[in-house]
């Protein structure tokens, strides 16, 4: 099956994080976001992918070239973010005769779910969530057919939200032509969508796994289902004294020093160097040249290429973007004193992580002095500084 990859969104709710590249280059356990999404696709049985590309579209190209483990792999570019149809049209020039699969580039899919997607006729995937209110929602007939999607609703018809994985028939890439710019002044795919299903053969297919990553703790959701699917491997320097779990790779170049425990599952990238005395546990991301060093605790959080946590700090539940510098004692809170969720601010609005452990998304660059504090739920601009001493308990 022939299949589209959409990857030409800015992933504003990502920012900080998608200030130097775009959503679906952020790291997921080692690799791009988007590459989950093809590897997975390519897994399910894809025969050709074209990725449709837009914001940083280069830094998608370099990575990809143009194949992927044996499958062509082809580019359409969408000039403006103008919505998931119009990105669609862009791909239509480069589509081969017959059906074609449309995939949202930054949502991670399970394979056996994707081969079911293939499998068929006109399709969508779908996924069961307890409060489908703030997703698009499948409405299904008698049949069990789909025969539209709500978007938002008060009183949802089901529990199976659009889970942004879609096969057409052939006829629907001139449909694309014909979508009107929606209310909030896009071109939407499930315009013909609801055009498709008017003809009552559309197949709602179940997913077993699915993750949309729109916000920064998704990334962390992300990196948690990836990381745990990696199978342990030490090719770097660890100190005969070192603990590590069953789920630890250590990249060539990578050190891990003595009295370090890593339990995993974690990745720790080459360049890195974690020790002495750390303690590294949950799902961990230590990106490239990353550094964790003496008696410092790391659970759950992403680490970007060079953060380095030098010292006696602790970091929890948190996303830590390019060269951040933690001063020595920066200690990061990840849980409320009233236990409810973290919340955070994403694009203006204050909303829900739906996490009771959740901490910081560091921007790229920023430096913490020693002994600061870094309050659950603060969002750091690129560039941020803290000053020694201090409690941050906003976003800056
Ligand atoms: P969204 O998550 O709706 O958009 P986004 O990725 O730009 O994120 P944000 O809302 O935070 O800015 O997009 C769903 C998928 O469709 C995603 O994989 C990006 C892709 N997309 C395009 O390729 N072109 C577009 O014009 C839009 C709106 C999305």
């Not at 080692?30 to 940083?56: D, F, M, N, W």
């Not at 060269?323 to 849980?335: I, P, R």
């Not at 790229?364 to 803290?386: C, Q, R, W």
Request: charged share 25%; hydrophobic share 40%; with cysteine.
């Amino acid at each position: 099956m022939q299949t589209v990859v959409l990857a030409a969104g800015v992933g504003s709710r990502m920012g900080p994080l998608t200030d130097e590249r775009p959503k679906p280059m952020l790291p997921v356990a080692g690799r791009p976001l988007v590459s989950h999404t093809v590897a997975s696709a390519v897994e399910a049985g894809a025969s050709k992918i074209v990725l449709v590309v837009g914001y940083q579209s280069e830094d998608v190209r370099e990575h990809f070239g143009d194949e992927y483990a044996g499958v062509p792999v082809e580019y359409a570019v969408q000039e403006e973010q103008r919505g998931t149809a119009d990105a669609v049209r862009a791909a239509v020039e480069v589509l081969d005769d017959g059906p074609f699969a449309v995939l949202n580039g930054d949502a991670l899919y399970d394979v056996p779910s994707l081969g079911d997607l293939y499998d068929g006729g006109p399709a969508v995937g779908s996924f069961e969530v307890a409060d489908p209110t703030s997703y698009g929602v499948l409405r299904t007939d008698d049949a069990g057919h789909v025969s539209g999607v709500v978007e938002k609703p008060e009183d949802p018809p089901s529990n199976l939200v659009n889970a942004g994985a879609y096969v057409f028939p052939e006829e629907a890439g001139a449909w694309l032509h014909d979508v009107e710019e929606s209310e909030r002044g896009e071109f939407e795919l499930t315009d013909v969508l609801d055009r498709l299903c008017e003809r009552g053969d559309v197949r709602a297919v179940a997913f077993d796994r699915w993750l949309d990553v729109g916000r920064p703790w998704e990334l962390l959701e992300a990196n948690e289902w990836k990381l745990g699917e990696l199978e342990a491997q030490v090719d770097g320097d660890v100190s005969d004294d070192a603990e590590l779990g069953d789920s630890v790779v250590v990249e060539e170049g990578a050190t891990v020093r003595s009295g370090v425990v890593v339990e995993g599952p974690a990745l720790i990238q080459s360049g890195a160097t974690v020790g002495p005395n750390a303690y590294v546990r949950g799902a961990s991301l230590v990106g490239p040249n990353a550094k964790i060093g003496h008696a410092v605790e790391v659970k759950n959080s992403v680490l970007m290429d060079g953060a380095t946590a030098g010292h006696l700090s602790y970091v929890g539940d948190s996303v830590v973007g390019r060269d951040v510098n933690f001063g020595a004692g920066t200690q990061v809170a990840n849980l409320r004193h009233d236990g409810g969720d973290v919340k955070m601010t994403v694009k203006g609005d204050r909303v829900s992580t739906g996490r009771r452990k959740m901490g910081v998304v560091v921007g790229h660059d920023t430096k913490t002095g020693i002994n600061s504090s870094l309050d659950a739920g603060v969002v750091f601009s690129p560039g941020s500084t803290v000053e020694p001493g201090e409690s941050v308990t906003r976003d800056r």
